[in-house]
């Protein structure tokens, strides 16, 4: 049957965020469902920390392993990282979603994530290095989250697409973007 959100997660990105050095549950330097705090109380599906400093590196926002990648709303090419940028552009400039270059639900998927990384540095001064958005069967890495999605312009070079039939030769990249080593430098 169709994989939900939970099963994304489960069968998906628990591993990947594993096989990333990244530790899941109780002492670990992930949180899952992390809770971000302003007027009203939304959660995080996972949030790598630095556990010197407890400070956000990396967030991850699970979608429905069905969930289709990018629809421009135009029926014309595109190339994805050009079209991200562009749909972050104008959710940054507060026009609606249904004038967004993206269709479906992705002018909610810009605007659940561009929320977070806005709400991280507005209200705790956090930069945090690198934000996700997957389901599975694609992963989209925005590098710099806070300069798309705060400062901007977002730039399509600091956004970077990965889809299942090239994980495998992808790998080396992924691990250099998303890898606790990459993102977090701790003490021993």
Request: proline fraction near 5%; charge should be negative; glycine fraction near 8%.
């Amino acid at each position: 049957g169709n994989l939900h959100e939970h099963a994304t997660r489960v069968y998906f990105l628990d591993e990947l965020i594993e096989l990333l050095g990244w530790t899941l549950g109780l002492g670990g330097n992930v949180v899952e469902e992390a809770r971000l705090k302003d007027k009203t109380t939304t959660r995080m599906d996972y949030l790598g920390k630095a556990c010197d400093t407890d400070t956000p590196a990396l967030l991850i926002e699970a979608k429905a392993w069905e969930k289709p990648f990018l629809q421009p709303r135009k029926n014309e090419a595109f190339r994805a990282d050009d079209a991200l940028a562009n749909a972050i552009d104008h959710w940054r400039g507060g026009r609606g979603n249904s004038s967004s270059p993206l269709a479906g639900e992705w002018p909610d998927y810009i605007d659940q994530v561009g929320n977070y990384v806005r709400r991280l540095h507005t209200l705790h001064g956090h930069r945090l290095p690198s934000a996700v958005i997957s389901s599975g069967q694609w992963i989209v890495v925005f590098i710099d989250p806070v300069a798309a999605f705060v400062e901007g312009p977002a730039r399509s070079t600091s956004i970077k697409f990965f889809e299942k039939r090239n994980y495998k030769s992808d790998a080396p990249q992924l691990y250099e973007l998303l890898s606790k080593d990459s993102l977090v430098v701790e003490t021993p």
